[in-house]
């Protein structure tokens, strides 16, 4: 049980508890404490927060063409519409029909960073239809149905999208933004060798009918964001079970197809209808996941389930911490007060493009698509943070040794503000002799750096 709070806070805030907030619900009595914490962290303004920073990964190309490209605004408007719980389907008719400058209108910064038809194309069809459409580019695909021409059919609805140049804007200190053009489509249009010129399409669906002199993006959105539309809910209930339990019902999350079944496809199909039928309510789906029995469990291994299959979630599957999280929680630990100082939209507002946040966050990235549930970091990783002066958390033990705490409790302070919960028996013996060998502040010190760098500390379990 101690673990479950922890990750609670992991998954829906992307920062660990408080001390204060871990003790205080380990010592609630009242049976239905766990659901009433889910909905207050979905209440919380760290929800938004952290969603941000899981979409503005997968949203946002990053490379030569756009490295100037300021992702602030993109972060500030999804924080926002996380926050505010807007309906998935007027959350994405908005992304996709984006247009105008960027300091306006955040959302005009997806187009920004995919800048080219095959880009957006790819984006799009990956993160709202769960399907990786890109291999069908350029010949059909080899290992799914999908065909050639159902690429091109989809791409064709952003031939008419402009998006500004970055860089170009950027050296001559404008503001970039996004119109679609009116007239013929594809007309001063880029478009890869590969390139089909076919009418609009929805993927395996009707042939609208559009006007050159009207914009097609909303025609797509309204398509794609409908409850009828096959793959819409069902990606994004999908996507929402991966990130809580480290592994989609079909897996990878982003690869749905029929030679990719779900694990569990009647499950899959009822939370997808209850999300369309709920009006696309993003935190109730949240809501309704974290209350389930399936969430809920632990990641031990129990009697019967020790050699069990991942896909079957018989116990809650072991994460790594994101670079985002990692940063929140050290940070938090230590008392400096940069978690929130140095979120990309406040560090632009100071002019800074790069803040220790984004440096930490860069230093710790991941392949794109790794596994969450893999450790990817390697030796330079490790070694940073070894080696951090952060990690001594000079401030949390220099309040410990100035306080009125026994030992017993300063060693249980500590763990409280880590790993979120209290120490074995065996360890605060352990402890504590080691701390009545050196000092206080010694010893503290001592005890934070080795939960720091733990593995139960860079782990949600």
């Not at 990964?57 to 505010?84: C, I, K």
């Not at 209350?291 to 019967?304: D, F, H, I, L, M």
């Not at 560090?347 to 860069?362: E, I, L, N, T």
């Amino acid at each position: 049980m101690p673990a479950w709070p922890r990750r609670s806070y992991l998954d829906l805030t992307g920062v660990i508890p408080t001390a204060e907030q871990a003790a205080s619900f380990l010592d609630r009595k009242d049976t239905n404490k766990r659901g009433q914490l889910i909905d207050e962290l979905l209440a919380s303004p760290k929800f938004g927060r952290h969603m941000a920073d899981l979409w503005q990964a997968l949203l946002l190309t990053r490379n030569s063409d756009n490295r100037r490209l300021q992702p602030a605004p993109l972060g500030q408007w999804l924080e926002e519409s996380f926050n505010a719980n807007k309906p998935w389907d007027q959350f994405v008719t908005e992304l996709l029909t984006a247009s105008g400058p960027q300091d306006k209108n955040g959302a005009v910064t997806y187009f920004l960073s995919n800048a080219t038809v095959d880009k957006i194309t790819d984006n799009v069809t990956k993160n709202f239809l769960g399907v990786q459409l890109q291999c069908a580019q350029c010949h059909n695909h080899p290992f799914t149905g999908w065909k050639q021409a159902e690429y091109w059919g989809m791409a064709a609805f952003f031939l008419k999208v402009r998006p500004d140049n970055i860089n170009r804007v950027a050296r001559t200190g404008g503001t970039a933004g996004v119109t679609e053009a009116a007239g013929v489509r594809g007309r001063q249009q880029r478009l890869p060798d590969s390139a089909k010129i076919v009418p609009a399409r929805f993927l395996q669906g009707a042939e609208p009918k559009l006007r050159d002199s009207e914009p097609f993006r909303p025609v797509l959105a309204k398509w794609l964001t409908s409850p009828k539309n096959p793959f819409f809910a069902r990606a994004m209930v999908n996507r929402v079970w991966g990130q809580l339990f480290g592994r989609g019902l079909v897996h990878p999350v982003d690869d749905m197809h029929d030679g990719n079944p779900p694990s569990h496809p009647e499950l899959l199909q009822e939370l997808a209808d209850g999300f369309a039928a709920g009006g696309f309510d993003v935190k109730g789906l949240f809501r309704t996941l974290c209350n389930s029995e399936a969430y809920q469990r632990t990641s031990r291994p129990v009697k019967g389930n020790e050699d069990a299959e991942a896909s079957v979630f018989s116990r809650m599957a072991i994460k790594v911490l994101t670079p985002e999280q990692l940063y929140d929680s050290l940070t938090q630990v230590a008392g400096t007060g940069r978690v929130a100082d140095d979120r990309p939209a406040r560090a632009a507002a100071r002019g800074v493009v790069r803040g220790p946040r984004d440096q930490f966050v860069s230093f710790f990235r991941v392949d794109e698509g790794a596994d969450p549930t893999e450790y990817q970091a390697g030796i330079p990783q490790v070694l940073r943070l070894m080696n951090s002066p952060q990690l001594t958390a000079t401030g949390l033990v220099s309040s410990l040794v100035r306080s009125d705490k026994t030992p017993e409790e300063g060693i249980e302070h500590l763990y409280l503000a880590t790993l979120s919960r209290h120490p074995t028996p065996q360890e605060l013996d352990k402890l504590l002799a080691h701390v009545k060998k050196v000092s206080a502040k010694d010893g503290y010190s001592d005890i934070v750096w080795a939960l720091l760098n733990s593995s139960e500390f860079s782990l949600n379990h």
